[in-house]
C-alpha cells in the first residue's frame, strides 16, 4: 500500500487517466466524474485498507486486487470512466471500445473483456457503490459558469477551458482533499479565479464575492482561503513552466 500511495505513482495515473480522456474524446463532465471516482473515492478506500474485509469475506477477492500492479490501477482508471460514462452519455462506451485501448495504451498487461467487467464489479464494491454525483465540482463549476454569463457580460471573457485547467492543476498538485470537504464552495472558488485570471483589473465590476456567497451560501473569507490556495498552485505552475 505505501507505494501505491506514493505521489508519482498518482501523478503517472492521473496523466494515463488524462491520456485515455483524450483518446476516447470525453465530455468535461465524463472526465471530471470518472477522476473522481478514481482519485477521490477508489484510491483513498485502497489506501485505508478499507476493503480488507470484502476481500477476506470473498465479496471481491480477485488477483486485481490481490497483485496490486500498476497495470491493475490503470485498468481500475478505465473502469471508473466506463461508470461514469453510463451515467453521463446517452450511449455508453463500450467494453470493446475500452479494451482496444487497452491494449493500445497499457504496455505491460493483456485484459480481456473478462478482466473489464470483473473489474467493474471490484471497483464498485471498493467504493462502497457510492457512484452519486451531486458532489461532483464540476457540476457545481458549470452551472455557476452558466449563470455568470447570463448576468454580466464580463462572464463572456471567462472560458471554461480556464476553470477545467485549474481543475487540473489542482489534481496535479495532489490537493484533492479540496474536491472532497466543500465542492460547491471549491466550485465556486475556481471560477473567482478563472475570473481574476482572465478578467483585467479595471474591469473588476461585477460583484461577484458577494454572488457566489449568495448562490453557494458560504462565507466570502472561505472562499478567498480556496482562492488563495488555488492561485499559489496556478503560480507555482507559471514559475516551473518559465524555468523549463
Known amino acids: 500500500m505505501e507505494a501505491m500511495a506514493t505521489r508519482s505513482l498518482r501523478r503517472r495515473l492521473l ?3 488524462l ?3 483524450h483518446h476516447l474524446q470525453l465530455r468535461p463532465i465524463v472526465k471530471y466524474t470518472s477522476l473522481s471516482f478514481f482519485l477521490d473515492r477508489f484510491m483513498p478506500s485502497l489506501q485505508r485498507g478499507s476493503f480488507t474485509e470484502k476481500m477476506q469475506g470473498g465479496n471481491c477477492k480477485s488477483w486485481l ?3 496490486l500492479r500498476e497495470s491493475n490501477l490503470q485498468l481500475f482508471v478505465l473502469i471508473s470512466i466506463w461508470i461514469s460514462s453510463k451515467i453521463h452519455d446517452s450511449q455508453s462506451l463500450s467494453v470493446r ?3 482496444a485501448l487497452s491494449d493500445k495504451i497499457i504496455s505491460d498487461q493483456h485484459f480481456t473483456s473478462r478482466d473489464f467487467s470483473d473489474a467493474e464489479f ?3 464494491e471498493v467504493i462502497g457503490y457510492d457512484i452519486g454525483t451531486s458532489k461532483i465540482v464540476f457540476l457545481h463549476l458549470e452551472d455557476l459558469f452558466i449563470q455568470l454569463r447570463g448576468l454580466s457580460k464580463l462572464g463572456e471573457i471567462i472560458e471554461m477551458d480556464t476553470c477545467m485547467e485549474i ?3 489542482l489534481y496535479e498538485e495532489d490537493t484533492s482533499s479540496l474536491f472532497l470537504t466543500s465542492f460547491d464552495s ?6 473567482v479565479s478563472a475570473y481574476l485570471i482572465s478578467v483585467p483589473k479595471q474591469q473588476w465590476e461585477f460583484p461577484l464575492l458577494p454572488w457566489v456567497k449568495f448562490i453557494t451560501l458560504h462565507e466570502e473569507q472561505d472562499i478567498m482561503r480556496f482562492v488563495g490556495c488555488i492561485l499559489s498552485h496556478v503560480l507555482k505552475a507559471e514559475e516551473i513552466r518559465h524555468q523549463n
Open 186 to 191: 471549491l466550485a465556486a472558488s475556481i471560477l
Open 65 to 67: 486486487l490481490e497483485h
Open 122 to 124: 471490484i471497483f464498485l
Open 97 to 99: 471500445s475500452l479494451k
Open 19 to 21: 491520456q485515455a480522456s
Open 15 to 17: 496523466e494515463f487517466h
Open 167 to 169: 481543475m487540473d492543476l
